[in-house]
């Protein structure tokens, strides 16, 4: 497995990561709610810079980001494509969940969740 303990990060994107921290989506606070005290074996953590930017949610032991995709992302599609491939140079891998799928598929993608980290532990 790969160690994932140090990314680098910008000062620039500790300091955003730390405001949204601050001011999380009213569907990152419903996905941090549930996923902050799961069961689901692993530390997840909210707002982590990598690089220049802040990715949603974060699997230190597994290299996993999570995000949460609302409308300003499909406003941003180019520009999300660039960052996610920045980053995954680094090893990480992507979970794309939208605001949808978190206010109205919550178990589901929980179940998701859950097989993925089950996955990703055994390899």
């Not at 680098?8 to 005290?37: D, G, H, I």
């Not at 929980?110 to 532990?121: A, G, H, M, P």
Request: proline share 2%; charged share 30%.
């Amino acid at each position: 497995m790969r160690n994932h303990d140090i990314l680098p990060y910008t000062q620039k994107a500790r300091n955003l990561a730390s405001q949204l921290r601050k001011n999380m989506t009213a569907t990152e606070r419903v996905f941090w709610s549930v996923v902050k005290s799961s069961k689901l074996g692993v530390v997840i953590r909210r707002q982590v810079p990598i690089l220049d930017y802040v990715v949603d949610f974060y699997i230190k032991e597994l290299g996993i980001a999570i995000e949460i995709d609302g409308g300003f992302h499909k406003d941003n599609a180019l520009e999300d494509g660039m960052r996610q491939a920045r980053i995954e140079k680094l090893g990480v891998k992507f979970i794309r969940y939208s605001n949808e799928d978190i206010l109205g598929k919550l178990p589901q993608v929980l179940q998701n969740l859950k097989s993925i980290i089950t996955e990703q532990k055994s390899n």
